[in-house]
């Protein structure tokens, strides 16, 4: 549903899987997501908050709530995420997709394209998602972006 832009059911889902597994912090991806796509950001914040605890902190985590932060206006805290995401990288593998994710909230869109460049060069296979991910969207008019997506192979 969330790729589909379908919020609203993506919401309806989300919340219904976290009723039946609270614990389950990959749900909390999509309905902070979807929240965060109706730019209902403090609700998006409290989910993604949820998601970092009960993942311990996982870096897919730190990024999305880095991103929410960012377009809720506070980009200091979408800093912190970065810093948090860089401290993670010097002990472990952290996607440069994440790195992108909130520089794209911040609206550093140059810097976003090169993590996604780097994402490339890593072979990450969650590229092939770019084509349907809404927070890809203020990349899209960028031509390195469709040159990006056409490296891929996403139309």
Do not use: C
């Amino acid at each position: 549903y969330y790729h589909a832009r379908n919020y609203d059911a993506a919401i309806t889902t989300a919340s219904r899987a976290i009723e039946q597994y609270p614990n389950y912090w990959l749900a909390y991806i999509w309905l902070g997501s979807a929240l965060r796509e109706k730019k209902m950001y403090k609700e998006a914040l409290e989910q993604f908050s949820k998601g970092r605890t009960l993942s311990g902190d996982h870096p897919v985590m730190i990024s999305l709530y880095g991103h929410a932060l960012a377009l809720s206006g506070d980009a200091a805290g979408a800093r912190r995420a970065l810093a948090d995401l860089q401290h993670l990288a010097q002990s472990r593998y952290v996607s440069s997709l994440y790195f992108a994710a909130v520089y794209t909230g911040l609206g550093e869109n140059r810097t976003a394209l090169d993590w996604l460049d780097r994402a490339y060069t890593e072979r990450n296979d969650r590229l092939v998602y770019l084509g349907s991910e809404p927070m890809a969207d203020p990349l899209r008019s960028d031509p390195r972006f469709a040159r990006l997506l056409a490296k891929i192979g996403v139309h």
